[in-house]
């Protein structure tokens, strides 16, 4: 079973992009061995597609050799930060429009020319001082995620939201998540990867199934 991992700098991690099965240090590495574990009887390739810095529309740009030419069974975008991060930071704008319309191509050619299911998660920011002002427009971009997913997803994983609510309910400082607000710490990184097995595994028996 072929699990494509899709995003920005919180997917890539540091990945070795000269090998794509390479997982790098962050979610997908703890995600795919939590996977492994749960599903000893299924025989997985894992691969990990995210580019640092990427935005909406640079998933427009490798549709076709980074998702339609891998044709795998599940595929999961995390993606969306830096669509707001680049405007406060370098001026790039991507207005809500244009966020809209370059997700929804990706997640209609996902569906046209690949079988894979389709899991999507929020992009998130966990509070920090710095990133205060970024939070209204991250929320106008993650409203249009959560129309998208309706529409497409077969999964959905919150982020935002459970980031947001481990720090109430474990009374932990945001810092332990996210040092910068944007980039999972190693203890992020594993509460990402935790999420994302819950979501995965009832696509992952369906497609077991199915065999």
């Not at 909406?56 to 030419?69: G, K, Q």
């Not at 191509?105 to 998130?124: G, H, N, S, W, Y």
């Not at 249009?144 to 939201?161: H, N, Q, S, T």
Request: proline letters at 5%; a negative charge; charged letters at 25%.
């Amino acid at each position: 079973m072929k699990i494509l991992f899709q995003g920005d700098s919180v997917t890539d991690a540091g990945r070795d992009r000269s090998d794509p099965h390479n997982m790098g240090n962050g979610y997908p590495k703890f995600a795919s061995g939590m996977i492994e574990d749960a599903f000893p009887e299924e025989t997985f390739e894992f691969l990990n597609l995210g580019i640092s810095g990427a935005r909406t529309e640079n998933l427009v740009s490798v549709l076709e050799s980074d998702f339609v030419e891998v044709q795998p069974d599940i595929v999961s975008i995390l993606i969306g930060i830096n669509d707001v991060w680049h405007f406060y930071s370098h001026g790039i704008e991507t207005t809500d429009e244009q966020f809209e319309k370059n997700y929804r191509q990706v997640l209609e050619t996902i569906r046209a020319k690949t079988r894979a299911k389709i899991l999507m998660i929020e992009p998130f920011l966990v509070f920090a001082d710095d990133k205060a002002n970024m939070r209204p427009h991250l929320d106008r971009f993650i409203e249009i995620i959560r129309k998208l997913a309706r529409e497409y997803a077969d999964a959905y994983v919150p982020m935002d939201g459970i980031y947001a609510a481990s720090c109430v309910n474990h009374g932990e400082k945001p810092s332990v998540y996210s040092p910068d607000g944007v980039h999972p710490s190693e203890e992020g990184a594993r509460v990402l990867a935790q999420a994302y097995l819950s979501a995965i595994s009832p696509l992952i028996e369906e497609l077991s199934d199915e065999k």
